[in-house]
């Protein structure tokens, strides 16, 4: 899995300050944090998968991806806000959210089920930044997000080759089993994680409190979906768990998961946090 780009691929030439959306740099303040912390996601899996010299080797190239990632969104960010201190913001960061590092066996109980999080994480990247592709007005981030949302579907077909040799082991894991570990997934996404990013990501004004800065990122990112990015990233997620998306359920699931993105955005525009 070579890199499909480089930093200095970047046209910073396009770059136009005046097509920057200040909310929209919050939530990808936020995003690079993430992104940049794929060290610790490395060692983490290279411990829950030790005795597989395949997963592990795949996992560094991840890793030196996922770092791109963290690297070219905060290079925008700075570019778009000269105050912005990506290493601060990471160390403030690190210092408030790691990962169990020294595990030695997946928190999802099993290795099966730690590959369907991570199909489901990039599910939710590889959406994501479509969606924000598709969203700003700004050159240089939308070919940012452009090539990041392409190495997020590879990613998540990386994981998904896993997934499927392991599932073909025994102690493979039902497509029932797999769907709950998969929308357990999902819901974290209102977590420590992205919550204490957004937080050091923009200055760390007033105390952390998870739920108002975890509602502070969701009210900048989840505006930004519209309904084929829910779909394709429902899509794949469903296919990991082996149902057909274009099946009746799956059908169902993912207007399920468009309504319950539209109610949670009323709420957050009712909810009076910052
Ligand atoms: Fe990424
Ligand atoms: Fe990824």
């Known amino acids: 899995m070579a890199a499909h780009w480089h930093l200095d691929d970047i046209p910073w030439a396009t770059f136009d300050a005046g097509k920057v959306d200040p909310e929209l740099l919050r939530a990808v303040k936020a995003a690079a944090l993430v992104e940049h912390n794929a060290d610790d996601?490395?060692?983490?899996?290279?411990?829950?998968?030790?005795d597989d010299p395949d997963f592990r080797a795949a996992a560094r190239q991840w890793g030196v991806e996922e770092r791109q990632h963290?690297?070219?969104?905060?290079?925008?960010?700075k570019r778009a806000d000269p105050a912005f201190d990506?290493?601060?913001?990471?160390?403030?960061?690190?210092?408030?959210?790691?990962?169990?590092?020294?595990?030695?066996s997946s928190v999802r109980g099993s290795r099966a089920g730690e590959l369907v999080a991570r199909c489901v994480v990039e599910c939710g990247t590889s959406s994501f930044y479509s969606a924000i592709r598709d969203h700003t007005e700004e050159p240089a981030l939308r070919w940012i997000a452009g090539k990041i949302a392409a190495d997020e579907f590879r990613h998540y077909k990386l994981f998904l080759d896993h997934l499927r040799r392991y599932q073909q082991q025994a102690g493979g894991l039902g497509r029932w089993r797999r769907l709950r570990i998969a929308l357990g997934r999902i819901n974290e996404a209102s977590d420590d994680e992205l919550a204490?990013?957004?937080?050091?990501?923009n200055g760390k004004l007033g105390a952390y409190d998870r739920d108002s800065q975890s509602q502070a990122y969701a009210r900048r990112a989840l505006g930004l979906y519209r309904f084929e990015h829910i779909q394709r990233g429902l899509a794949m997620a469903l296919k990991a768990c082996d149902f057909a998306p274009q099946g009746r359920f799956g059908q169902l699931l993912t207007r399920i998961g468009w309504w319950l993105l539209q109610q949670r955005r009323k709420s957050l525009a009712t909810s009076s946090a910052a």
């Open 70 to 77: 963290g690297a070219a969104l905060a290079a925008w960010c």
């Open 41 to 50: 996601y490395v060692t983490y899996l290279s411990n829950v998968f030790a």
């Open 86 to 104: 990506p290493d601060q913001a990471m160390a403030d960061f690190l210092a408030g959210y790691r990962l169990p590092l020294d595990a030695e």
């Open 196 to 201: 204490m990013a957004y937080w050091c990501g």
